[in-house]
């Protein structure tokens, strides 16, 4: 294997072709950069998207689910899950997780950034929102993002390029409710075209958002990204996991190891790297890639890669009205949401807050389900029935992030034991929710189920903590101005390895209480901005 | 994969359990869960039969109720795939859907007359302003 790039190897590689390698390599080709993606993943295959057809609760659960332990496809690698309160959700193919994601695109608030000069706890974010906001606005243009402008929950900004989706009957009753309680409410931000938007089509409400979207009306990158990054020039390769990162005599990373669907492995070389395969799969990158020099894992001075795994507990509310709602339909997605008890308030025995996005429920096999009634609230056996009617097409859910504040000891190791099918460690999560996150998520539920009454409720369900729900996975490789406390600088360069980037939610200091997709595109744009600004004087092998 | 007359019997027995008559629609069995409900699922979703014949193998001899109510507390997966195809069989039942007034996720367009949002519901929101802490000088 060569140590040195030649003028013939890309100047950036990129691992993963979910949000942050599809945002980045935009912009990277943009500037004229020739760019290598990595993907272990294939492209989505949307014949298997079912929406409208009598099968599509039941398939929905197989290929669009969000387990890799439950889908084993060839593209997946297992996740030990036996020490951890929450199950990894994730989705390895040409678009990552926003394939899967409800697409609530929600920017993070001003105190998110600044959790430790306001609330005395983790660590302050190396850039503030206002630094964020142009990558904002510029990420939600090319993600077709709708919703609507004036939210008093964040600083006054620009439009959205799209109209809100509509509130249906349910939004109508829970926005009255929170006007006669003095709470806030708002028309929702989502990655979703309410109208046809560049590839993007309309929306048509099927409530099928995350297991495969019909319409192709969601912002997910396989759509929004890549097709046309490919036609600027971006090579991307499928099927190609990466087993381990090569590194040369000046401590320089020369390319990547990957395993090809056959089982035969490649090296690619570049002058730049960057891991965009998600709080797991990035650490994971970084350990597999110990080496003589670098024993504790690749970037893993401070001894921080895997640690700090923040995966926002989440719980469910779930309303039951008389009235007829239509809740079998809508986004999926969210209709409004909530940020009323988002902000610190001591007084209620925690720090941080939480986000509410108002959902509808589905169809009837739905109905039945863990998510999002809660495993101890079945409807099983003798007033199955009864239940069932309350619940179908009469039911609202409010869906509850829970910030997640940063655990030393809630990290990712990789299994002494378990394998990939190519025979490469697969990562093992250690993970147990922390007293504050148990506290706030307590409080919030129970706010909710006020909410819902107020709104009407005849009676309220509620889901605890929902296992898996492990979609949002951020912190393990966390960015920071000081290289004992922290993997990566504020632009996601590894400390110790000046030509190695991480721009995914690995390097978030704090989880904030929002979903995550919009920060992460937005802050994969810094980065990469950053390093396209800087390229001139980036050290690369010589 | 094939399930002979007696496993499917010892199926209907189990389905019966979780979904019963009631409020005017059928029990489980009677839906032919495990008749054509059952090949249905498994046409759709075969990864499902490999654990549902090994279920059934350990159903055999056992009464319905107890063997469910041992599955509930002490075999989380077992349970898993009973409740996932059974339901899944009955409500591809057309005659259930119909009962139900289920008629699938089928599209409903965004009426841009219709769905518009009532921008006057949002006065009170605003009215009580701000409720975001700004970034610290």
């Known amino acids: 294997m060569s140590a040195s790039v030649t003028e013939s190897d890309p100047d950036v590689l990129i691992v993963g072709a979910g949000p942050t390698g599809a945002v980045a390599a935009r912009r990277f080709v943009q500037a004229g950069m020739k760019v290598v993606v990595l993907e272990q993943g294939d492209w989505p295959d949307y014949s298997k998207a079912r929406a409208g057809h009598p099968d599509f609760e039941l398939t929905a659960g197989r290929y669009w689910s969000g387990n890799p332990n439950r889908r084993q496809a060839a593209a997946d690698y297992p996740i030990e899950d036996s020490d951890s309160d929450i199950s990894a959700v994730l989705y390895n193919a040409v678009g990552g997780g926003t394939v899967i994601y409800a697409a609530h695109w929600q920017r993070n608030m001003p105190s998110d950034f600044r959790v430790r000069t306001l609330d005395g706890v983790a660590e302050d974010w190396p850039l503030s ?76 409400q099927r409530a099928a958002c995350m297991w495969g979207c019909v319409e192709h009306a969601k912002g997910s990158v396989d759509l929004t990204h890549w097709p046309q990054n490919i036609r600027a020039g971006v090579r991307l390769v499928t099927g190609a996991r990466v087993r381990r990162l090569e590194i040369n005599s000046q401590g320089l ?99 941080r807050g ?142 110790d390895v000046p030509n190695l980037f991480v721009f995914d939610g690995s390097i978030w200091p704090t989880s904030s209480g929002m979903n995550p997709t919009a920060t992460i595109a937005a802050l994969a744009l810094r980065c990469a901005e950053q390093l396209v600004e800087g390229r001139r004087h980036q050290k690369v092998p010589a | 994969m094939n399930f002979g007359a007696e496993e499917r019997s010892l199926l209907a027995g189990l389905a019966d359990i979780l979904i019963p008559s009631g409020d005017g629609l059928p029990p489980a069995s009677d839906a032919g869960v495990a008749g054509e409900g059952l090949d249905q699922v498994l046409a759709f979703r075969p990864d499902l039969g490999a654990g549902l014949k090994k279920l059934l193998g350990q159903a055999a001899n056992r009464n319905s109720e107890e063997f469910v109510a041992q599955l509930r507390s002490s075999d989380p997966a077992g349970y898993g795939l009973l409740t996932e195809l059974v339901p899944a069989a009955y409500f591809l039942n057309p005659q259930v859907r119909e009962k139900l007034g289920y008629h699938g996720q089928g599209p409903r367009p965004i009426d841009a007359r219709t769905d518009a949002l009532d921008e006057s519901l949002l006065q009170a929101v605003k009215n009580r302003g701000p409720i975001y802490r700004p970034t610290p000088k």
């Open chain 1, 129 to 204: 929102y206002e630094e964020l906001e142009p990558y904002y606005e510029r990420v939600e243009a090319d993600f077709g993002v709708s919703g609507l402008a004036g939210d008093p929950a964040f600083p006054s900004g620009k439009p959205l390029p799209l109209p809100p989706a509509p509130l249906g009957a349910m939004g109508r009753r829970v926005a009255r409710a929170h006007d006669r309680l003095g709470w806030h409410w708002w028309p929702a931000p989502n990655a979703i075209a309410t109208r046809a938007y560049g590839p993007l089509n309309a929306c048509t």
């Open chain 1, 253 to 351: 990373v020369t390319g990547a190891v990957y395993v090809d669907r056959n089982g035969v492995e490649h090296f690619q070389r570049a002058a730049v790297t960057v891991l965009g395969a998600n709080g797991i799969g990035t650490p994971r990158i970084l350990l597999l890639s110990a080496s003589s020099r670098f024993p504790g894992g690749l970037a893993n001075s401070s001894g921080l890669v895997g640690r700090r795994l923040m995966m926002h507990p989440f719980g469910t509310v779930v309303g039951l009205f008389d009235e007829d709602l239509g809740s079998t339909h809508g986004l999926w997605g969210q209709h409004i949401h909530c940020l009323e008890f988002y902000e610190t308030d001591s007084a209620r025995g925690f720090v």
């Open chain 1, 354 to 495: 939480a986000k509410w996005g108002l959902q509808p429920t589905g169809g009837p096999l739905s109905m039945t389900r863990d998510y999002p009634w809660g495993a101890d609230n079945a409807i099983w056996e003798r007033d199955f029935h009864k239940q069932l009617r309350k619940r179908l097409g009469h039911s609202a859910m409010w869906g509850i992030i829970a910030e997640d504040l940063p655990e030393q000891e809630n990290r990712v190791v990789l299994d002494p034991a378990l394998k990939d099918a190519d025979g490469i460690p697969a990562p093992k999560l250690l993970y147990r929710m922390s007293e504050n996150s148990r506290r706030l998520l307590q409080f919030h539920l129970e706010r909710a189920r006020e909410s819902l009454v107020a709104a009407g409720a005849v009676e309220t369900v509620i889901a605890p903590l929902i296992r898996e729900t492990g979609w949002h996975l951020l912190g393990t490789a966390t960015m920071g101005t000081d290289r004992a406390a922290s993997v990566v600088n504020a632009w996601g360069c590894c400390h």
